[in-house]
Nanobody, 118 residues
Framework: QVQLVESGGGLVQAGGSLRLSCAAS????????MGWFRQAPGKEREFVAS?????????YADSVKGRFTISRDNAENTTVYLQMNSLKPEDTAVYYC??????????WGRGTQVTVSS
């Protein structure tokens, strides 16, 4: 069974940090690009960050550049991380992990809640 399971969300004060993890299992994800998206209440899901299959390139939304860092570990089962620093109340959202093949086929996790208090 293919699964992307996010963890690490929670409640943090503005200026604080959180590290999200996404554990991928059920198939080999080492050849997949991986990414993080988020959805705030009443808003559409938006791109946050992504990383190529080998970790050679990373991409970020302008709103998180310089504050968030995406990384991955393909050692056994693929795990993707999102280090979030200098968090702002506007970062409050459900954060979703995404795995995408070159063909466009993709998987999604169920999400983890991040709440940043002012």
């Amino acid at each position: 069974q293919v699964q992307l399971v996010e963890s690490g969300g929670g409640l943090v004060q503005a200026g604080g940090s959180l590290r999200l993890s996404c554990a991928a299992s059920g198939r080999t994800f080492s050849s997949y690009a991986m990414g993080w998206f988020r959805q705030a209440p009443g808003k559409e899901r938006e791109f946050v960050a992504s990383i190529t299959w080998n970790g050679g390139s990373t991409y970020y939304a302008d709103s998180v550049k310089g504050r968030f860092t995406i990384s991955r570990d393909n050692a056994e089962n693929t795990t993707v991380y999102l280090q979030m620093n200098s968090l702002k109340p506007e970062d409050t959202a459900v954060y979703y992990c995404n795995a995408k093949k070159v063909s466009g086929f993709e998987y999604w996790g169920r999400g983890t809640q991040v709440t940043v208090s002012s």
